[in-house]
């Protein structure tokens, strides 16, 4: 198998209304995370560790940030001159007009053309709102070695939780054999994680059908697995075990950043066989000053702790000034504290500044809040 | 708007002798600050004042500054009109006497003659200051002088820059005489190695040293020309944080000093940016056994310990009870469990384990060596 | 002055219909040119030689292979991190849905965000489809000091022909103080280039409210320029003596190839001070047959020429075999001309093949003939 | 998928002398064809080929290469995870017979220590052929052998190949011999100074050779150790085009018999590019007055006289009524109005005006020097 046969595509479209006001202005997969990173760095990271040279990221919705972002395909090593990321959009043809896309599988027929530029073998969909580590190239191998029309990475989820998720059913060899939306009586713990590798004459065949279908949702999930199993095409459960992570609402996005916190560190960013790529800022490394106290913080260059920070992320620029204080918060970049402000059980935006002695959030809160707009001091 | 110099950034001068660091890399590739080489400093001088064509010299040790600097795209040199351009010198080894920045430009004569700018910056890459070159070479053409240098008032000549020149200067801001620094008196002028002038004087002064003698410097001949009265040098005072990394102690000193805010302000600013090429390094994790004051901490560090007053480079451990004070610590250093430091410069992937206790004082910092197991 | 203070803007939305077939698949700018460039190369390689870091392409048709083509910002050395080549296509915002561009002015207004991101003082708006050499930053030294509001770069045309164009009343001082669109008696024969330098804070309040007058066209040359002149700004025009082609029709893309040949050559590619910029191919260099014969040829490495090709340009991998013949023709990339087939006055578009012995064209038809499906061979 | 194997591009050995070109360059960055260098082809066999850590030995004359191949990304190469590197070694001036690829890795050891693959596969910088070395690579762990070394079977071999190692192979496909060809048979299994071996053994191989002798190279090494037959070593057939530009005549016999269809189909196929930097030049202008035959014409040309079974490079500029015949010339040469050239080599700026007759012999081909004005 020569490198490069296996194409990627990245569906970055959604608007993630669950992050509220953290996507007003940047697409979910531009959000920040883990202090440095944004979302898309991982599927992106995991691609160029993968050997995968082209990536396709489908957006339509306030694209400027992530084009500007992952137009730079250096950041990931995804810049010589056979390898590029490129912001996939909606755009009128020579015989369609603009339309939106209808769906994720239509996100994909909409740029068949892109993908045929490539001749690729095989078609590799991700999600954009992933936090995880994944070897492509191993789920790869294993679709060829079984001769699979299409491979859907899963995961175990505890099997209380199953009727959360869309659960595959398999036969003894991994075969899937159902699949189920949100199953009230789950017949199995293996949750799709929306990734898939499709051979690509197979799956470019079943969306020029699908297109054509007044009936479809035009969706991988609803149309066309179903009716992949339905003409008893070859389906295999590839079955992932490592850290994953949804982060669609505020709460998981939390949760995430709280991770990274965790001595046992299950995510692992520091791994130097599979670094997570993003961009650097110009800036000084951490600054920590001569009153400051820290306990357990996770924290990335440009960070200026002049007060307290306990149990928290910081964020490249973020400030904590003396006297202040931030517990169980998630800084995001140029987010700063002032003086005698307390922070606690909270996300706060990009550029947000929450002024002196103010108090924002709780101890006991049941949510995590978000400040996505500047607090007000109380002087 | 097209730039009217292209720059210089010299090889690391003889005179310039950091005890251990050196032995592995060229100054100008010596870690600063946890996260930046000392030739981002005069590189990015260089670029944020639009002066985009930068010729790069180097001697010994070429790998450790190809890699880093690459074909120049993290400091925004590399479009396809001007760039980031690497010289290989030939290192003298038969007799180190030889080794001057001279023979380095008389060994690519041809690619500085082919250059179109009228004008050519030096800097050298051993010192760490912020200076808009396109305001200092618009203020040179306005002077009429033939040659432009930069120097620094300093306070404290009798034990430090000792490795430097300093310069006399009148009060119509004319060089008056150019010397080593003898340490005799507090106050002094310490000159740059920074200088402008047109590139066609410059080739002259080149092939005039060569004449005069095969082991002098350019500094060298312009002391002598300065005695002779051949040209009208005029000094221009630098003001702002200013460091020359020329030994160990300076080395040291200048790294420390950047925990005073004030300096750190001073030599980051927004829009003037410091660049240097990523290590995609993680965030840092800060434990809840750890106490960090007063200190720089880079990316990609696990901290359990105490760190105070001091400057941590990247992917650091400092274990469970370990306690750093007063130290440099660079890249993947490996400070053991209940391990204290005073006063130390622990250079790349070293490991402190079993001794449990290295104190130096500010005033004559320690050493340990790349790579050692301690 | 510092570098980096103007962003430009390539407009290449058009779909170039009077360009027939060639612009089915591709967007206008990304048409061939020259034997190995593309239009795009030309508004590109200005952009990159005048000290421009941020260029946006916007374009709302068939942008993939633009979108490829242009992504890869390191033909035009315009990748270092903080420059790039962004494909700006219409998108859904947080408060407004997906829309076409209305207008020039109108692509403009909706990336105000993205031209604000970076925050310049000068906005460059350019053309897609015009071939020529020029200096942005000259004229925009012309702008800064003459305090203009904005800069519009015109040529003399022939008066008896400057009721084609955007004429250009200017006063002695060379202030702008009229501007008519292709009038009947025209005052001047200063044509517009559709280049233009606007104050970026200047121009942004303008489109502001030209976005939300129902009357308006959203377009430079019939509302935003009027408007400027209406209240009584600056405007000034910049002349420009060199080379410059619209390639917008068959015949003049045909023409500015064949100005190629001339040996007077005004365009000169090869001058070193201002090269143009393009995509190189890993071929052969042009390999020229014991048996060929050449004459006025401009020809590019992947040539292959064993027949005979006279007054006519060959672009990359373009072949003319045994026997062939290609006279007054612009061959595009792998366009084939198999034995002893003859082709007269036409463009042959990229990829097409000319039958063994068939015959395309003539020499005395009134206009050129393009080519653009397989002819077949005459056996 | 991850390769198993990184890639060694060697610098050029002791034995490689091509006259004059070799003065200004090493044999790697030769133009070839007009518009490549020869390190080209074995770098984009590496690329092709899947193995995308690649290793180049740098000798005299860096800067022609670091130029040329930057981060590598023309080749592919520049990725975050694999790349391209360059290695710096020194080269000993004190005494020729120091310099080989035995002391360059020794200069390096730890760069190669470091690595994850298991398997290295080395080239040499200064031979042109097509390989998939990652289907070599599968043979070869197949086969069980220790090391495969590539040969390629020439009929030639009395007045050809002379500065190369010929290879006795037994019918098991054995290597049985290795020294240099003496020149006393036409049919002979030239070594193309590529093979393929564990990392762990080639790091063994370069300890023992330094050993052995200070002026052994690997291949010299290794013809003592088939004799001693402690290895063992599998020769694999190479076919297609082959060439070794190892002095003026291969020089110039490998890149006019390039204009044999038959050898170009061979070395450029689809799917298996040739990757070079590009140097943004414009096309070629043939004009009325030219008779272009059975030549290649690199881009960037202006072409007024005669050209036949010629190689020109780019910017070349042909003159009114010039006739150049069975030619290689480089880049930027000027061949002015009415000068005939026949069997020449002509480097690149340099100016024929005022001779206007150079005739040499396919057989013993004539030199004109780099930027020479004749």
């Known amino acids: ?379 | 708007m097209a730039a009217k110099a292209f720059g210089i950034v010299t090889s690391t001068p003889r005179r310039v002798n950091v005890y251990g660091l050196q032995d592995y890399r060229p100054a100008g590739a010596f870690t600063f600050i946890g996260k930046f080489r000392v030739i981002d400093f005069p590189i990015s001088n260089f670029s944020n004042s639009g002066i985009k064509n930068i010729q790069v010299y180097l001697n010994k040790h070429p790998k450790a500054l190809t890699d880093h600097l690459g074909t120049g795209r993290s400091y925004n040199l590399n479009s396809k009109r001007d760039r980031l351009q690497l010289f290989y010198c030939n290192h003298h080894m038969e007799n180190e006497v030889y080794n001057t920045d001279v023979s380095d430009y008389l060994d690519n004569l041809h690619h500085l003659e082919d250059l179109p700018q009228e004008y050519v910056i030096i800097a050298p890459c051993y010192m760490v200051y912020k200076q808009d070159f396109s305001t200092l070479l618009d203020d040179h053409i306005l002077s009429g002088a033939d040659i432009t240098m930069l120097y620094h008032r300093v306070n404290n000549a009798r034990d430090h820059f000792l490795n430097c020149r300093v310069m006399g200067v009148d009060q119509d801001q004319m060089v008056t005489s150019l010397e080593i620094n003898r340490g005799n008196r507090q106050n002094q002028c310490v000159f740059m190695d920074t200088y402008i002038l047109k590139k066609s004087l410059f080739i002259d002064l080149v092939q005039r040293t060569a004449k005069y003698s095969s082991t002098y410097s350019l500094s060298q001949m312009l002391s002598v020309l300065i005695k002779r009265e051949e040209y009208e040098i005029r000094g221009v005072q630098h003001k702002g944080f200013f460091a020359s990394v020329d030994d160990l102690q300076s080395y040291y000193e200048s790294n420390l000093s950047l925990l005073d805010p004030k300096n750190a302000r001073d030599l980051f600013q927004d829009g003037w940016w410091i660049y240097t090429r990523t290590t995609d390094s993680n965030p840092s994790r800060i434990y809840d056994t750890a106490t960090v004051k007063n200190s720089m901490i880079a990316n990609g560090c696990q901290v359990e310990g105490t760190v105070e007053n001091s400057v941590v480079g990247r992917a650091v451990h400092i274990g469970k009870g370990a306690v750093v004070r007063n130290c440099v610590i660079l890249d993947h250093a490996r400070i053991g469990d209940g391990v204290t430091l005073d006063s130390q410069i622990v250079d790349k992937y070293a490991q402190i384990i079993r001794t449990k206790e290295i104190i130096g004082t500010p005033g004559q910092p320690g050493y340990v060596h790349r790579a050692d197991r301690l």
């Not at chain 1, 790529?277 to 001569?290: F, H, K, T």
């Not at chain 1, 913080?297 to 307290?308: C, I």
Request: net charge negative.
């Open chain 1, 1 to 379: 198998m020569k490198q490069g046969n296996m194409l990627a595509m990245i569906l970055a479209g959604g608007r993630g209304s669950r992050l509220h006001e953290l996507t007003d202005k940047v697409a979910k997969p531009a959000v920040s995370y883990g202090g440095k990173y944004r979302i898309v760095d991982f599927p992106l990271s995991n691609c160029a560790n993968s050997g995968i040279n082209i990536v396709g990221v489908l957006t339509q919705y306030e694209s400027v940030l992530l084009n500007s972002y992952v137009a730079a395909g250096s950041r990931w090593g995804l810049d010589s001159d056979d390898a590029g990321v490129f912001v996939l959009t909606p755009r009128e043809k020579a015989d369609s007009g603009l339309d939106v896309y209808r769906g994720t599988a239509d996100a994909i027929s909409q740029n068949i053309d892109f993908i045929d530029q490539y001749n690729p073998e095989y078609l590799l969909i991700l999600s954009g709102d992933h936090i995880y580590k994944m070897n492509y190239d191993k789920m790869l191998q294993a679709h060829i070695e079984q001769g699979a029309n299409a491979t859907i990475a899963v995961r175990p989820v505890p099997i209380k939780e199953a009727s959360r998720f869309g659960i595959m059913n398999t036969n003894e060899d991994g075969d899937i054999v159902e699949f189920e939306e949100k199953p009230a009586h789950p017949k199995s713990n293996l949750a799709s994680m929306g990734i898939y590798i499709f051979t690509w004459k197979d799956l470019r065949k079943l969306l020029i059908s699908d297109m054509k279908d007044p009936d479809s949702d035009h969706d991988f999930g609803k149309n066309i697995i179903p009716t992949m199993l339905a003409e008893n095409k070859k389906l295999i459960a590839y079955r992932f075990e490592g850290y994953w992570k949804d982060v669609g609402t505020i709460d998981s996005l939390w949760e995430a950043n709280m991770d990274l916190l965790d001595e046992k560190d299950e995510l692992d960013l520091s791994d130097p066989t599979w670094r997570i790529y993003s961009e650097d800022a110009s800036s000084l490394p951490a600054y920590i000053g001569p009153d400051a106290v820290l306990d357990r913080v996770y924290l990335t260059q440009g960070t200026q702790v002049e007060g307290t920070a306990k149990n928290s992320v910081l964020s490249t620029l973020s400030q904590v000034k003396a006297g202040a204080k931030v517990i169980d918060t998630v800084l995001m970049p140029n987010a700063k504290v002032e003086e005698g402000a307390t922070v606690t059980r909270a996300i706060v935006a990009s550029g947000v500044k929450i002024g002196k002695g103010a108090v924002v959030g709780s101890a006991d809160s049941e949510n995590i809040i978000l400040v996505s707009k500047n607090v007000k001091g109380v002087e």
